[in-house]
């Protein structure tokens, strides 16, 4: 029976180092066709680490649209096959139904976010807006963003894997995702929380990659009040944040980081709040 493959693979290499060569060893992240299904029906194929594979059926069904909570996926399997995995999901009639009126195939590489889309208007659909009224620290973002590299194992082994956490004041890191493709991180993230029955809108939501359009869009379905990037954004993020009513922090740093849009939720004093 074939099994699902391994997150990681050890491999040799030829190392040139300080003018010197030697022979050497390094572990890499697995790279795998994932295809998702509904109802015997094929939506998408996306290449990402097979890692939590059920957080980001969820997630990304989610992130989709094709379901609106976890509760409406009736049934999932992850599938081995020879070539790849399937995330086998059945939904209920009516969402099916709607479905198969907007069934497309796809065929993305790793974290392509927005393949497959039909028309400008549905790569460019505006997000559902967050209106939480919350406000952090400064403190509390770095202390947030200081919490997640004791979380990234397979980082930690391939140096080449991107992740997405989620933060909460009086709970620290509460879940973090990891994959070779950033919206897979997030949609990882995200059907994490939803499967735990979690909402995002009591705390940050932190990526280890630049924020491009469908990283705001995937924040804003999950409800988070704040999104935090290590890396810099995008001008249509930045347009679809203010829009959504998202806190964009990026160019998050160790040194700190830059404000983009509704500022007011972090303040340089001392407590937050979230109502």
């Not at 990304?60 to 999901?89: C, D, H, T």
């Not at 499967?195 to 409800?223: D, F, H, P």
Request: proline share 5%; hydrophobic share 50%; charged share 20%.
């Amino acid at each position: 029976m074939t099994d699902v493959p391994s997150p990681i693979l050890k491999v040799t290499c030829a190392a040139w180092r300080n003018g010197t060569a030697a022979a050497a060893e390094r572990v890499v992240p697995e790279e795998t066709a994932i295809a998702l299904t509904y109802n015997r029906h094929a939506h998408a194929v996306m290449m990402a680490t097979p890692a939590d594979l059920e957080d980001f059926a969820v997630g990304f069904s989610l992130a989709e649209g094709i379901v609106a909570s976890a509760k409406e996926i009736e049934q999932l399997e992850v599938v081995p096959a020879e070539n790849g995995v399937e995330l086998r999901m059945w939904i209920a009639e009516g969402r099916n139904a709607a479905f198969l009126d907007r069934r497309r195939a796809i065929a993305g590489p790793t974290g392509c976010g927005l393949c497959g889309m039909e028309s400008l208007d549905q790569a460019m659909r505006t997000p559902p807006p967050v209106s939480v009224d919350a406000r952090y620290s400064a403190e509390t973002i770095m202390m947030a963003l200081a919490s997640m590299p004791a979380g990234q194992a397979l980082n930690r082994q391939t140096r080449a894997v991107h992740a997405a956490a989620y933060w909460e004041p009086g709970r620290g890191l509460v879940a973090l995702r990891e994959d070779v493709g950033r919206h897979n991180a997030l949609d990882k993230l995200a059907g994490a929380l939803a499967r735990a029955g979690q909402s995002a809108a009591r705390g940050l939501v932190l990526i280890t990659s630049r924020v491009s359009v469908e990283m705001v869009q995937k924040a804003a379905i999950m409800g988070a009040p704040v999104l935090v990037a290590v890396s810099a954004p995008t001008a249509l993020a930045l347009r679809t944040a203010e829009a959504a009513g998202i806190t964009l922090v990026a160019i998050a740093r160790d040194d700190g980081f830059e404000i983009f849009t509704h500022s007011h939720r972090i303040s340089t004093g001392g407590a937050e709040h979230v109502a």
